[in-house]
Antibody, heavy 116, light 108 residues
Framework: EVQLVESGGGLVQPGGSLRLSCAASGFTFSDHYMDWVRQAPGKGLEWVGRARNKANSYTTEYAASVKGRFTISRDDSKNSLYLQMNSLKTEDTAVYYC???????WGQGILVTVSS | SYELTQPPSVSVSPGQTARITCSGDALPKKYAYWYQQKSGQAPVLVIYEDSKRPSGIPERFSGSASGTMATLTISGAQVEDEADYYCYSTDSSGNVVVFGGGTKLTVL
C-alpha cells in the first residue's frame, strides 16, 4: 500500500521558517518525481515545486510564488522528501501535500498557518 | 505564466452526462491529468495521460483531448461523484506544473 506521511507543520510567525518532511513507503520512491502541492483554505490546488529523480539529476522546479524562499530536497536512502520554507508570508497558509502527482500518490496533507 | 482554464461549476441531474473542460496552450503537446477531490480529503487521480483510467476508477469516468482542450466526461453521473475536479498538466517546457482552477460538480 502506498503511503505518504507529512510532518512538521504548525503555526509560525510571518518571516519565520518551517521544514516539512514526507515519509514514503509502498512504492519505489527513488524512481519517482516528487511534488509539494498546497491548498489554501477554501481555494484550489496550487503546485509548489518538484524534485526529479536521480536519473534526472535530482533537479528541482518551483512555482513563481515560492521561488527563492522555498527549497525542496529528497533523501532516497530514507525514502523522504523535504520542503524548507523561509521568509514565510500569511498567504503561505495552506494544507501542504506531499505527492507524486503524475503517479497519483498523495499524502493526507499537513496544515501550515502563518500568523502573528 | 502558464494557465489551465476550467469552468467554475457544472451541474447535472443523476444519470446524466457531465463534461468538464480544461483549456491550455500546451495541451496539444502535453498530457492532461484529472483529479477528483471531495470535501476534506486528498485528491484522487481519475484520469491520466489524457484518457487512461487508473485501476479502481469506475468506467463512467473517461477523458479525451483535442487541440488545446482536454475533457473529463462522467457518463451517468452519480450523487457520489459530487466533488471538485482539477486538471493538471505542464507548460511547453515540461518544467512547470500547473493545476486548473477547479470545477465544482453538482449532481442533484
Amino acid at each position: 500500500e502506498v503511503q505518504l506521511v507529512e510532518s512538521g507543520g504548525g503555526l509560525v510567525q510571518p518571516g519565520g521558517s518551517l521544514r516539512l518532511s514526507c515519509a514514503a513507503s509502498g512504492f519505489t520512491f527513488s524512481d519517482h518525481y516528487m511534488d509539494w502541492v498546497r491548498q489554501a483554505p477554501g481555494k484550489g490546488l496550487e503546485w509548489v515545486g518538484r524534485a526529479r529523480n536521480k536519473a534526472n539529476s535530482y533537479t528541482t522546479e518551483y512555482a513563481a510564488s515560492v521561488k527563492g524562499r522555498f527549497t525542496i530536497s529528497r533523501d532516497d536512502s530514507k525514502n523522504s522528501l523535504y520542503l524548507q520554507m523561509n521568509s514565510l508570508k500569511t498567504e503561505d497558509t495552506a494544507v501542504y501535500y506531499c505527492a507524486s502527482v503524475a503517479a497519483g500518490y498523495w499524502g493526507q496533507g499537513i496544515l501550515v498557518t502563518v500568523s502573528s | 505564466s502558464y494557465e489551465l482554464t476550467q469552468p467554475p461549476s457544472v451541474s447535472v441531474s443523476p444519470g446524466q452526462t457531465a463534461r468538464i473542460t480544461c483549456s491550455g496552450d500546451a495541451l496539444p503537446k502535453k498530457y492532461a491529468y484529472w483529479y477528483q477531490q471531495k470535501s476534506g480529503q486528498a485528491p484522487v487521480l481519475v484520469i491520466y495521460e489524457d484518457s487512461k483510467r487508473p485501476s479502481g476508477i469506475p468506467e463512467r469516468f473517461s477523458g479525451s483531448a483535442s487541440g488545446t482542450m482536454a475533457t473529463l466526461t462522467i457518463s451517468g453521473a452519480q450523487v457520489e461523484d459530487e466533488a471538485d475536479y482539477y486538471c493538471y498538466s505542464t507548460d511547453s517546457s515540461g518544467n512547470v506544473v500547473v493545476f486548473g482552477g477547479g470545477t465544482k460538480l453538482t449532481v442533484l
